[in-house]
């Protein structure tokens, strides 16, 4: 069981939305700690311990997910992560730009617990990013 602080995976592979996500959290002040993915293929290895994360000892608390990663689209990702015993249960918020109907109904057919389109005005992202913050970090229990 972990006790403290509950640790967030961002899976984004554009510096500037990593960055403006970052901002939006701290802005916030939801002090968790956040790893970055920067593609599928490396966020896989990080849930599964693989590759250079053989030494990682614990899950995050939530997943916040793009869908237009390179190597390993998002919606695979999405596929592994519930596909797999250790982590189907992790909460994955699609965190994307995208508004086509296709990828909502796809993320939802393969779980997702949320689908947010990214605002572009930074002031709305701050606040979608408080919601999000509260309700996944705060409200929601997981065990």
């Known amino acids: 069981m972990r006790i403290g602080k509950k640790t967030i995976l961002l899976i984004e592979d554009r510096a500037d939305d990593v960055d403006l996500t970052l901002r939006a ?16 293929l490396d966020a896989l290895d990080f849930l599964f311990a693989r590759g250079r ?5 614990e ?22 992560i ?10 994955v918020v699609v965190l994307t730009s995208s508004a086509e109907d296709q ?11 949320s689908f947010v389109q990214k605002p572009v005005d930074f002031s709305q992202f701050v606040q979608a990013t408080h919601q999000l913050g509260m309700y996944w970090l705060v409200l929601n229990r997981t065990r």
């Open 103 to 113: 990828d909502i109904l796809a993320s939802y057919d393969l779980g997702a617990n």
């Open 59 to 80: 899950l995050p608390e939530l997943i916040l997910l793009d869908l237009n990663l390179p190597r390993i689209t998002g919606l695979e990702v999405l596929r592994q």
């Open 53 to 57: 994360y053989t030494e990682r000892a």
């Open 25 to 40: 959290l701290e802005k916030n002040r939801i002090a968790n700690e956040v790893f970055v993915c920067v593609d599928g």
């Open 82 to 91: 519930r596909a797999d015993e250790r982590t189907r249960r992790i909460p």
